[in-house]
């Protein structure tokens, strides 16, 4: 399988974690190709999309979305998933509305007319000397809206990095190949207790 992993990264965690999304994948056999949107590479000709950028003000790097935005008709054809890099990996409620985890990706999941068929965050790092003016204030703030102070702290884990590789090729099986524009009526088939049911007869097979 020929993927593209495409991102944007603000202090580095995001490339990071693309470049060992291309290593695993790799490891599988599929041919990966990693590409900073700034260079505005085309979405073509890739039987996966793999979209990744870091949390900011509340959804995806604008500079994600924007490349989105002038590739959409091309990345309607691809089956496509994504992880975001977060800070906030639980969310909560407030005031009567979700704010922070996997709500970071609703702009991202609603840019689509068939959207992801799978997506997740993957833990951040803060490294307070290494952030902008502008980016200390609001990460202040933003800790201040938690109850926190802002100091140097890492949620990056590279097990969750393999975990969203091993889903996103075990998912891309089941269903994602058909999350595409012509092709998404077949992913309506897919019976997801079957496959449990294939699974556990699996596991119990191997004892």
């Known amino acids: 399988m020929r993927i593209l992993i495409v991102y944007t990264t603000r202090y580095g965690t995001t490339e990071k974690t693309a470049k060992l999304a291309k290593r695993l994948f790799e490891r599988e056999g599929h041919t990966v190709e990693v ?3 700034k260079g505005n590479p085309l979405p073509t000709n890739y039987d996966l999309v793999i979209l990744s950028a870091p949390v900011y003000r509340d959804g995806p790097h604008w500079e994600l979305m924007d490349w989105i935005e002038n590739h959409r008709e091309e990345l309607e ?3 496509k998933a994504f992880f975001l890099v977060a800070m906030h990996l639980a969310g909560s409620v407030f005031m009567g509305k979700l704010h922070g985890g996997i709500a970071y990706a609703q702009p991202l999941v ?3 007319e068939v959207p992801p068929f799978y997506g997740t965050l993957i833990g951040g790092e803060i490294d307070v000397n290494k952030l902008s003016d502008e980016d200390r204030r609001k990460m202040r703030r933003f800790y201040a809206v938690l109850g926190e102070e802002l100091k140097d ?3 990056y884990r590279e097990e969750d ?3 969203f590789v091993r889903r996103t090729l ?3 099986d089941w269903f994602g190949k058909h ?3 012509g092709e998404i009526e077949k992913a309506k088939d897919f019976d997801f207790m079957e496959k449990v049911r294939e699974l556990e007869e ?3 097979a191997e004892g």
């Open 35 to 37: 590409k900073n949107v």
């Open 77 to 79: 054809e691809v089956p």
């Open 110 to 112: 609603e840019a689509f």
């Open 153 to 155: 702290k890492s949620l």
């Open 161 to 163: 990095v393999e975990a």
């Open 170 to 172: 075990l998912y891309y």
């Open 179 to 181: 999350f595409r524009r």
């Open 202 to 204: 699996k596991l119990d």
